[in-house]
């Protein structure tokens, strides 16, 4: 064999580890995808929930002194 023959087959091995690879970790197909996230749907029979009361958005005063 010389050294030709030998480099050819050595690269064409070191390719297709390179393509499998490649299709591996690659993002072909679904493997390179995150997974969807799955759809909640709310149950036919609960009932809505009551509203709640909002917060109370700063300080509350409630005796000003006179001074």
């Known amino acids: 064999m010389s ?4 480099g ?3 690269g064409a091995i ?3 580890i390179v393509l499998a690879m ?3 970790f690659g993002p ?3 493997y390179g995808k995150p997974p969807r996230p799955a759809k909640v749907e709310p149950a036919p029979s609960a009932a ?5 009361a909002p ?6 005063i409630r005796e000003v002194p006179n001074q």
Do not use: C, F, K, N
Request: no cysteine; proline share 15%; net charge neutral.
């Open 55 to 60: 917060a109370p958005r700063g300080p509350i």
């Open 22 to 24: 490649a299709v591996v």
């Open 8 to 10: 050819g087959i050595l």
């Open 14 to 16: 070191v390719a297709a």
């Open 28 to 30: 072909i197909g679904q």
């Open 48 to 52: 809505p929930a009551a509203p709640v």
């Open 3 to 6: 050294s030709e023959s030998m």
